[in-house]
């Protein structure tokens, strides 16, 4: 079982920043691909990042790539997502999840565990 936490949403305006952190607790942290998706109002849950067990291989959505980074601290079992120059419809619940693969995976069926969601709001 691993549980996850998320924080770091909040509201910001466009071109701004945020990093979103995702605390684990549980067995084996180190042994999971991470992942971030997101869902906005109305809208299928999506993919937006993710990071191997390692954080030696990363992959991103096509909307996300150059603007965010994932990384992992496996000392601290956390991962992280710095959301650079954010746009209006970068808004959504962010979700931080985690799954039991030694390969990078992307949809969500396969994420095994997931946390509650933190929101990100970007104003125009």
């Known amino acids: 079982q691993v549980q996850l936490v998320e924080s770091g949403g909040g509201l910001v305006q466009a071109g701004g920043s945020l990093r979103l952190s995702c605390a684990a607790s549980?067995?084996?942290?180190?042994?999971?691909?991470m992942g971030w998706f997101r869902q906005a109002p109305g809208k299928e849950r999506e993919f937006v990042a993710a990071?191997?067990?390692?954080?030696?291989?990363?992959y991103y959505a096509d909307s996300v790539k150059g603007r965010f980074t994932i990384s992992r601290d496996n000392a601290k079992d956390a991962v992280y997502l710095q959301m650079n120059s954010l746009k209006p419809e970068d808004t959504a619940v962010y979700y931080c999840?985690?799954?039991?693969?030694?390969?990078?995976?992307?949809?969500?069926?396969?994420?095994?565990?997931w946390g509650q969601g933190t929101q990100v709001t970007v104003s125009s």
């Open positions: 999840a985690a799954a039991n693969n030694i390969v990078v995976v992307t949809t969500r069926r396969e994420y095994d565990y």
């Open positions: 990071i191997n067990w390692r954080g030696t291989t990363t």
């Open positions: 549980g067995r084996a942290f180190n042994r999971y691909v």
